[in-house]
């Protein structure tokens, strides 16, 4: 791969991943409910789900999605009960929040296996985004060269950029955090959370 296709392939890659998605909201959530240290088994799982999702596109299951309109539905509706689930997670969260503080009660901290397989399972339950990787990997790759090595590449810039705009948004949430993490703020951002998920859920069953 040239410097100019991987140039171009960064600064594209780099404004996909910066669209906030669910993933994204699941990141700042988790820096504000448990830290952003604690939180880095989540970024990991994210990013994980990425590189699977790119692999698995690079080896034509982008194609065989677009082949298979009940196996692409079958997907779908995974992905988006998952969704739902989290949206359900969310608004428990928000009910313990609004709870009078008990001095007994030790807040829970979800294990690293726990919040890896949850980031993980967001990003690797939607189907679009292997759709997606598929139209947009052949659009950097070229045939003269090999196709392993920029397939390599391709999927360790993501990488790397991805972890980097995970921490962007789990870093920024700090700067909010003395607020959404006091009482109201707290019960709040997990309920618009809640909504955003529950209503992410909706319309990945809705679209066709």
């Not at 007994?104 to 690293?112: A, G, K, L, W």
């Not at 003269?144 to 949430?173: H, N």
Request: aromatic share 12%.
């Amino acid at each position: 791969m040239s410097l100019e296709t991987w140039l171009l392939f960064s600064s594209a890659a780099l404004i996909v991943i910066l669209i906030p998605g669910p993933l994204s909201l699941l990141m700042v959530s988790n820096s504000l409910n448990y830290g952003l240290r604690r939180s880095l088994p989540a970024f990991l799982g994210g990013v994980s789900a990425s590189i699977c999702l790119l692999s698995a596109s690079a080896l034509g299951l982008g194609a065989l999605l677009l082949a298979s309109e009940k196996l692409f539905s079958a997907l779908k509706i995974i992905g988006a009960l998952y969704l739902f689930y989290l949206a359900w997670q969310s608004w428990l969260e928000s009910r313990r929040a609004a709870r009078p503080a008990n001095a007994e009660e030790q807040p829970v901290n979800p294990s690293f296996r726990a919040m890896f397989w949850k980031a993980f399972g967001l990003g690797a339950s939607n189907p679009k985004d292997i759709l997606f990787f598929a139209a947009f990997l052949p659009q950097f790759l070229s045939a003269e060269r090999p196709l392993l090595a920029q397939l390599l590449i391709m999927i360790a810039t993501w990488a790397v950029l991805d972890l980097g705009c995970k921490l962007f948004y789990g870093l920024s949430a700090q700067g909010a955090a003395r607020y959404l993490r006091s009482g109201k703020g707290h019960v709040w951002f997990n309920r618009t959370s809640a909504a955003l998920f529950g209503g992410a859920g909706a319309a990945s069953l809705l679209s066709r």
